[in-house]
């Protein structure tokens, strides 16, 4: 079955790196997302990475891709204080295009 | 890019009202929409899954006749809570996919439901 696992809250110094992490259970997982949530809003697409990539790198953000694992994990550079949110990983088989979300993890940034 | 547009944001209704709810592509067509549920501080929950023009498919467990999917068009998907009850209270989210893309979902900015 397809599960997708976060740790649910981080706390990081303003100007300091951010990673979070998640793990995936579907082998067959075609491509995987980082979403945004700010509170009572939608999700903001922040980046993907196909499964056959390692790594992607988009300004202040990398995504790392452990396929053998199936971990991926997000690091925002240089930490701010509106990037507290709630960031949730999803993935998306290539049996449907359903996509299965993280229980998101809670991104608090200090000043 | 492309938008998606969910209304209302936010509703207030009674006990045993129907509400409904509206997901509309505004700058893309939409051959499959998606409607979440979303709990308190907890992640999404996808209830089911709707193509234009055929039935929509929902997950285990969701009731079919309480949460009623039309999805009419390529660019309108709606979802109506039938004879609501308090447990009905939640934030609910569409996200759509474009026809003919690979990787995009877009999503809507959601709908807080309130039922008194």
């Known amino acids: 079955g397809e599960d997708v696992e976060q740790s649910l809250f981080l706390s990081v110094r303003e100007g300091d790196s951010s990673v979070i992490n998640c793990t995936y259970t579907?082998?067959?997982?075609?491509?995987l997302y980082w979403y945004k949530q700010e509170p009572g809003a939608g999700l903001q697409l922040l980046t993907y990475?196909?499964?056959?990539?390692d790594m992607k790198q988009d300004q202040r953000l990398t995504v790392l891709l452990n396929k053998k694992d199936k971990h991926l994990s997000l690091r925002i550079a240089d930490t701010q204080t509106g990037d507290s949110a709630i960031y949730f990983c999803?993935?998306?088989?290539?049996?449907?295009?359903?996509?299965?979300f993280g229980s998101g993890t809670r991104l608090l940034v200090r000043p | 890019g492309a938008v998606v547009s969910q209304h209302p944001s936010r509703v207030i209704c009674k006990s045993g009202t129907s509400v409904k709810i509206e997901c509309r592509s505004l700058?893309?067509?939409?051959?499959?929409m998606f409607w979440y549920r979303q709990f308190p501080k907890k992640s999404l929950m996808l209830m089911a899954t709707?193509?234009?023009?055929?039935?929509?498919?929902?997950e285990q467990g969701v009731e079919k006749d309480k949460f009623l999917i039309n999805h009419a068009s390529l660019t309108l998907s709606t979802l109506t809570v039938t004879s609501a009850h308090p447990e009905d209270s939640s934030f609910y989210i569409c996200?759509?996919?474009?026809?003919?893309?690979?990787?995009?979902?877009?999503f809507g900015s959601g709908t807080r439901l309130t039922v008194v």
């Open positions: 996200s759509a996919r474009e026809l003919g893309a690979g990787y995009g979902y877009t």
């Open positions: 579907d082998s067959s997982s075609t491509y």
């Open positions: 990475i196909f499964s056959n990539m």
């Open positions: 999803a993935e998306r088989t290539d049996s449907s295009y359903k996509l299965i």
């Open positions: 700058d893309f067509q939409a051959t499959t």
């Open positions: 709707s193509n234009e023009g055929s039935k929509a498919t929902y």
